[in-house]
């Protein structure tokens, strides 16, 4: 149904600020004017909430430009490849509704349906770039909400499942790679700073998910009394503060601990070449690493790109649909293994 590759164009590192951000992305939570929330609906319903929405995206012409599943095709399998590729949450996955899902063919837009919200919108983009990734989010749900009209309250804005996604509607959030901090124990601070001025900080996937491998997702907390633009502003002000800290704290360890950097650095990459058996969370863990070595000059043959690539490929559903087989446990990490040195290969 899907192919591992090519990944999604957002981890091309191409974006402003790629050897910091890994990616920007805005979420837009609408819901249909004509029908209950979610959590009232019956399963007719549901079906129904689909049903608009599939019509909806075939109508402004989205449907040609990837593709659409609905609740039967989300098997758990898929299900997990979506989530790793983080183009759909954890609730999602595991929900018992009848669920829809539109992706683009770059996976730089999606939508699902049927989550919290009838519709969660999602634009995905590399580096820090919130202006671009507003405009394609905005883009999509101002044509949908020309031929399927939202629940909206002149007085509160955007009327949504959960009252913290009242009014705008809309979370903005940037995936951080922040090795610099961490490693000078500043990590702590800087994000305490982060909630203190009304953000939230998460692990790689998100809400409930684990901080691996020191990439962090630093989101918006209120979308009530705020404007998108406002909320663009101070999401983006705060991140680019956080860009300025870890690359200070870069510019000290290279400065201080560069052969101790250097040693870690090339401790990961010798790992990741010579490895049998290889387990996700060391894969990425290494991986990041690698990246940290990258993006300070000290790897000069890999580029960020290549090293994200990997941090996907070796997610264990997106390794079985690039390896087009199912596999046990133990197998899956020696085949993984194999995978990753074929990939840093040095030619």
């Known amino acids: ?7 999604g164009r957002w981890l091309g590192a191409t974006g402003p600020d790629s050897d910091v951000v ?11 004017a004509e029908l209950p929330f979610v959590t009232r609906t019956k399963a007719s319903e549901q079906a129904q909430v689909v049903d608009m929405v599939r019509w909806a995206l075939a109508d402004a012409g989205f449907m040609d430009r990837g593709r659409f599943l609905d609740d039967e095709q989300l098997t758990p399998e898929w299900g997990r490849f979506l989530l790793e590729r983080h183009l759909v949450s954890l609730d ?18 999606s939508l699902m349906v049927n989550e919290e919200d009838h519709l969660r919108f999602q634009a995905l983009v590399s580096g820090l770039d919130f202006t671009t990734a507003l405009s394609l989010a905005s883009g999509l749900d101002s044509k949908l909400e020309s031929i399927v009209g939202y629940a909206y309250s002149t007085q509160f804005g955007f009327l949504t499942a959960c009252p913290t996604n009242v009014g705008t509607g809309m979370r903005a959030s940037a995936l951080l790679h922040l090795p610099g901090l961490v490693l000078t124990r500043e990590i702590e601070k800087v994000l305490r700073g982060a909630v203190h001025i009304g953000l939230v900080v998460r692990g790689l996937y998100g809400e409930g998910s684990e901080t691996k491998g020191n990439f962090f997702q630093v989101s918006n907390q209120r979308t009530l009394g705020q404007s998108e633009t406002e909320i663009i502003e101070t999401v983006t002000a705060s991140c680019q ?44 863990n290494l991986l990041a690493t690698v990246r940290l070595g990258v993006a300070l000059g000290i790897v000069n043959e890999l580029s960020l790109g290549q090293v994200c690539r990997l941090l996907i490929l070796v997610r264990p559903e997106n390794l079985q649909v690039f390896l087009g087989e199912r596999l046990k446990s133990p197998e899956r990490d020696e085949r993984r293994a194999t995978v990753v040195r074929e990939a840093l290969v040095i030619r």
């Open 22 to 32: 890994v990616s920007t992305r805005v979420r837009l939570a609408r819901n249909l």
């Open 92 to 109: 999602f996955v595991e929900s018992k509704l009848r669920r829809g899902f539109f992706v683009s063919a770059d996976e730089t837009l």
């Open 1 to 7: 149904m899907f192919s591992a590759e090519p990944v």
């Open 241 to 284: 503060q956080v860009v300025q800290y870890e690359r200070r704290a870069r510019e000290y360890l290279v400065k201080n601990l560069r052969t101790e950097i250097e040693d870690k650095v090339f401790r990961s990459l010798a790992l990741l070449r010579g490895a049998r058996i290889l387990c996700s969370d060391e894969a990425v």
